[in-house]
């Protein structure tokens, strides 16, 4: 069993998405702490970019501030090494394709090997150009995450059929023309794969995610809102959040 994997192990799972660096890498650290300790399943942590296209403006404001803080990966790396000493969930990270290339695909993806990072999240890498980086991911271990969207029947298999790690599921409002039922996208998952199935979802959208017979949600906004409210005075908040999440998934 991949570590992934065990984030499902006991249940519906709750993974709460932390940027990493805001407002500083002591908070952040903090933060993944008091996540675990109130019942966590895994982390997302995201490595700010300078142009998080696929981001909303709460998560774009804060890959600015801690950019601004002078956050960057080799950093990143320190604080996931430092938090291995204690924290044993499913890490992965969520970041943006430059961020991989700049720092050189090879050492980014052994360097996440090398310190525990289970899982890569690249939001910005369609199905078609995912060779780019599942070749080395698979080299060392390192889960390559598809993203699905609303899309047609077809592309929802295709993806779900070569998928790592498990499916994170963007919800949409079906302006694409694709399949925006949540239900009717995790049916077709279930088809082509066995692998668990997430939502980026914020707590109102907990009981569609039961509903839709989910593994597990991802909840960002929510989250980064608290360290944009309290700063360095987040961590505490950040538990309560996810004790009174993860009470409600139950």
Do not use: H, W
């Not at 660096?21 to 997302?44: C, L, Y």
């Not at 709460?58 to 080799?74: C, F, H, S």
């Not at 700049?102 to 078609?128: A, H, K, N, Q, W």
């Amino acid at each position: 069993m991949s570590n992934l994997a065990k984030a499902f192990q006991n249940g519906r799972a709750f993974i709460p998405f932390i940027t990493c660096g805001d407002p500083d890498i002591e908070t952040t650290a903090a933060a993944v702490r008091e996540a675990v300790k109130n019942g966590a399943d895994g982390i997302v942590l995201g490595i700010p970019f300078s142009d998080p296209t696929a981001e909303g403006p709460v998560i774009q404001a804060a890959n600015i501030r801690a950019l601004k803080g002078g956050v960057n990966t080799p950093k990143i790396f320190e604080l996931v090494q430092s938090l291995r000493r204690d924290v044993a969930v499913p890490v992965a990270f969520m970041t943006y394709a430059n961020v991989v290339f700049s720092y050189g695909t090879e050492s980014f993806v052994s360097t996440c090997r090398d310190i525990g990072v289970d899982g890569l999240i690249l939001p910005d890498i369609p199905y078609e150009e995912k060779d780019d980086f599942l070749p080395v991911c698979r080299r060392y271990g390192v889960e390559l995450i598809s993203m699905i969207a609303p899309t047609t029947a077809e592309r929802i298999g295709m993806i779900a059929g070569e998928a790592e790690g498990f499916l994170y599921i963007v919800p949409g409002n079906g302006r694409s023309g694709g399949i925006s039922d949540l239900s009717e996208i995790v049916r077709i998952i279930r088809e082509n794969t066995a692998l668990p199935c997430v939502v980026g979802a914020e707590s109102g959208a907990f009981e569609q995610a039961a509903q839709a017979d989910l593994d597990g949600v991802i909840v960002s906004t929510s989250v980064i809102e608290l360290l944009e409210r309290y700063g360095k005075d987040a961590p505490k908040y950040i538990g309560e959040y996810v004790k009174a999440m993860k009470d409600g998934l139950r």
